[in-house]
């Protein structure tokens, strides 16, 4: 029924750039904050950025400057679009719908890899 499905991600080098995209359906878009998370091996998923319903922002320090995440109700679809990439960025890249007290949808995830 609901549906996130990320695209965009492989492999680069690093100081390149990706543009994520994750597609909504199966809910009121506009009604979610969305937000992008990420895992790399050996460690736990977190936090990269998020967009609130009314399309404040807030990133990971690590992603401040590089990362810029923004949606389009109209298309319920959500972006990361990160440049200036480098090796530490590689992970599986999630998408998430976000409700109230954790509760959420998650995308299956699209890799990203960036080589030195």
């Known amino acids: 029924q609901v549906q996130l499905i990320e695209s965009g991600g492989g492999l680069v080098q690093a100081g390149g750039s990706l543009n994520l995209s994750c597609a909504a359906s199966g809910l009121t878009f506009s009604r979610y904050a969305m937000g992008w998370f990420r895992q790399a091996p050996g460690k736990q998923r977190e936090l990269v950025a998020t967009i609130a319903t009314g399309a404040r922002t807030n990133y990971a320090d690590s992603v401040k400057a590089r990362f810029t995440i923004s949606r389009d109700n109209a298309k319920n679809t959500v972006w990361l679009l990160m440049n200036s990439l480098k090796p530490e960025d590689t992970a599986i890249y999630y998408c998430?719908?976000?409700?109230?007290?954790?509760?959420?949808?998650w995308g299956q995830g699209t890799q990203v890899t960036v080589s030195s």
């Open positions: 998430r719908a976000m409700g109230s007290r954790g509760y959420g949808y």
